[in-house]
């Protein structure tokens, strides 16, 4: 019985040890507009020697936040790469960019940085799908926010976006989170304000020109800008999926939530294109 019990425990060692695993690597990425070089880390599936183009989904940290979040406070997330056949790509967005190429400082450049040349990078080192239909881009909180207004200002570039918990109208936070450094006081710059808020930019959007997954806790205290985004997106007959689940502001609920997010970009990946548009 000993023997018997030693030799299962050999085999799943020895299936342990040598199953496929997704490959996380950390690079340097420089950034000509910022001069600066900013950490990111790549999350490759095990078959990416295959010989394949992979298409790449690219995950926003939140405020505070860096490139190591995802891969620290989610663990075991990355499985996804190999469950989806995707690659994912966890870049830095800084302490409190909010993804904007901000007005005020010249090294907060970071809607340049992510949509045009983090992408270039990542296409130019990796087996990507160097197409829209190929790429999608998601976030938490900050990230959230960064995610959407990537993805509407760059719908060459993004084919799909999601969001969690994200800070999808900034204007009832005026004093919160670094934002006014990035765009100028509330007071004095309303016009950037109401320019760069994610709610506010729906008319760049037609009906299915963006795959688009939303996900915000009830317990959140961006519950109330997500169901007005909601709102807004069903009054524009722009098809999006929403999810709504107990759940607060935290990694529990995000660590959840990126499996949806990742699974709703897969599905937008291997979708047929349809004939009749």
């Known amino acids: 019985m000993k023997r018997t019990t030693l030799l299962i425990l050999l085999i799943c060692s020895f299936i342990c040890h040598f199953s496929p695993a997704a490959t996380v690597d950390t690079v340097q990425v420089y950034s000509n507009i910022m001069k600066k070089s900013l950490k990111t880390v790549v999350i490759r599936p095990s078959q990416y020697d295959s010989g394949r183009a992979y298409p790449v989904v690219y995950l926003l940290h939140g405020y505070s936040g860096n490139h190591a979040d995802w891969i620290s406070k989610a663990k075991g997330f990355e499985t996804a790469a190999d469950t989806h056949n995707m690659i994912i790509v966890c870049p830095d967005g800084g302490y409190s960019s909010w993804y904007w190429d901000s007005p005020v400082d010249a090294q907060s450049q970071y809607e340049t940085y992510v949509s045009k040349e983090l992408v270039s990078f990542i296409d ?122 107990p759940g607060a502001h935290n990694w529990p609920y995000w660590t959840n939530a990126v499996q949806y997010q990742l699974l709703f970009m897969s599905n937008y990946f291997n979708k047929k294109p349809n004939p009749s548009n």
């Open 124 to 245: 130019s080192k990796y087996k990507t799908i160097k197409d829209r239909a190929g790429r999608g881009i998601t976030g938490l909180s900050m990230g959230g926010h960064g995610a959407l207004y990537l993805a509407f200002r760059h719908q060459d570039v993004f084919g799909a976006a999601g969001s969690m918990s994200g800070g999808v109208d900034i204007r009832p936070f005026p004093n919160n989170w670094n934002m006014a450094d990035r765009l100028g006081k509330y007071a004095d710059q309303p016009e950037r304000w109401e320019k760069n808020t994610v709610i506010n930019m729906l008319h760049l959007l037609t009906p299915n020109s963006l795959a688009l997954i939303i996900d915000c806790g009830v317990d959140d205290f961006f519950f109330k800008v997500n169901e007005k985004l909601h709102e807004q997106l069903v009054y524009r007959n722009i098809p999006h999926d929403y999810l709504v689940r």
